[in-house]
């Protein structure tokens, strides 16, 4: 389906059916593919997902000003799905937070996967990290996508405390082919500040579960465990030996964690959360 917003048509697709529904809002190193594992593991629910500005197969023109928190409105609006259950990974859960405190009228629960905080300190970085700078600097100066490409696998796939090469296969190619598209796009134009979460979290209500990988960087980590003491009811879990992106691994415990919580909706078990 393509959905107009703005200067921008996001490509978009419905899966299944059932409540509650769920809208999920890929990476920043990813694309809507990546959670083909998720839908899988949500038979029985009615999933949402759609390319952002700058991923997959959504087109636009540059447009300073634009909103994230806008197109996926949009895209619940395209589809007419009412309060819904919103995962966000990394970027994408930092437009999950934003959509939570700007439009709580369209959210019945979140489930944020290393998410991104708008507002959240100047992040801080582990040696793994700080010793791939210079052939990271040297890749983007000369215009060597495929390096920088590499790169981020290793962190954001692999995890800077694990092994390069850790996840193989088709997760590894699909990392790959996804990140690429999005390291050659053209640049969607400044998005403004939908909100600046970090300072905010408290007043989000519903139901919320974080997520966060073992090999995931460390700033990440606090920022998770900051945004589960400040959401009032919210669980933290560690997902022991993955990263950034567990869900594009199909990682049983995340795939196991996000369909408890969904479901939990439709069995009440959150009903005392609200």
Same mark, same amino acid.
């Given at each position: 389906? =393509?959905?107009?917003?703005?200067?921008?048509?996001?490509?978009?697709?419905?899966?299944?059916?059932?409540?509650? /529904? !769920? *809208?999920?809002?890929?990476?920043?190193?990813? &694309?809507?593919?990546?959670?083909?594992?998720?839908?899988?593991?949500?038979?029985?629910?009615?999933?949402?997902?759609?390319?952002?500005?700058?991923?997959?197969?959504?087109?636009?023109?540059?447009?300073?000003?634009?909103?994230?928190?806008?197109?996926?409105?949009? #895209?619940?609006?395209?589809?007419?799905?009412?309060?819904?259950?919103? !995962?966000?990974?990394?970027?994408? %859960?930092?437009?999950?937070?934003? *959509?939570?405190?700007?439009?709580?009228?369209? #959210?019945?629960? *979140?489930?944020?996967?290393?998410?991104?905080?708008?507002?959240?300190?100047?992040?801080?970085? $582990?040696? =793994?990290?700080?010793?791939?700078?210079? $052939?990271?600097?040297?890749?983007?100066?000369?215009?060597?996508?495929?390096?920088?490409?590499?790169?981020?696998?290793?962190?954001?796939?692999?995890?800077?405390?694990?092994?390069?090469?850790?996840?193989?296969?088709?997760?590894? /190619? *699909?990392?790959?082919?996804?990140?690429?598209?999005?390291?050659?796009?053209? &640049?969607? %134009?400044?998005?403004?500040?939908?909100?600046?979460?970090?300072?905010?979290?408290?007043?989000? +209500? #519903?139901?919320?579960?974080?997520? @966060?990988?073992?090999? &995931?960087?460390?700033?990440?980590?606090?920022?998770?465990?900051?945004?589960?003491?400040?959401?009032? %009811?919210?669980?933290?879990?560690?997902?022991?030996? !993955?990263?950034? @992106?567990?869900?594009?691994?199909?990682?049983?415990?995340?795939?196991? =964690?996000?369909?408890?919580?969904?479901?939990?909706?439709? +069995?009440?078990?959150?009903? /005392? &959360?609200?």
């Amino acid at each position: 389906m =393509e959905i107009s917003s703005g200067h921008a048509t996001l490509a978009a697709e419905e899966h299944g059916s059932g409540d509650p /529904a !769920v *809208l999920l809002v890929h990476a920043g190193v990813t &694309d809507r593919r990546s959670w083909q594992h998720v839908v899988d593991a949500l038979a029985g629910h009615r999933c949402l997902t759609y390319d952002a500005r700058g991923y997959g197969q959504t087109t636009y023109a540059a447009e300073d000003g634009w909103s994230q928190v806008g197109d996926a409105v949009a #895209v619940l609006d395209a589809f007419d799905a009412g309060p819904v259950v919103v !995962v966000g990974a990394s970027m994408g %859960g930092g437009t999950t937070l934003d *959509l939570a405190l700007t439009r709580p009228d369209r #959210v019945q629960g *979140l489930v944020l996967i290393g998410p991104a905080i708008s507002g959240a300190p100047e992040p801080t970085y $582990e040696p =793994e990290v700080l010793a791939l700078d210079e $052939e990271w600097e040297a890749a983007e100066e000369r215009g060597d996508l495929a390096t920088v490409n590499r790169l981020e696998a290793r962190v954001w796939l692999d995890g800077p405390t694990a092994p390069e090469g850790r996840v193989t296969g088709a997760a590894r /190619a *699909l990392f790959l082919e996804m990140n690429s598209w999005a390291l050659d796009a053209d &640049d969607p %134009g400044e998005p403004r500040d939908d909100s600046l979460a970090w300072d905010r979290l408290g007043e989000i +209500s #519903v139901p919320t579960l974080v997520m @966060v990988g073992e090999h &995931d960087l460390a700033y990440i980590k606090r920022n998770c465990a900051h945004a589960a003491s400040a959401i009032a %009811g919210a669980r933290l879990v560690e997902l022991p030996g !993955v990263a950034h @992106v567990p869900h594009l691994e199909g990682d049983p415990a995340t795939l196991r =964690e996000i369909a408890g919580f969904v479901a939990g909706f439709a +069995s009440g078990i959150h009903d /005392a &959360d609200c």
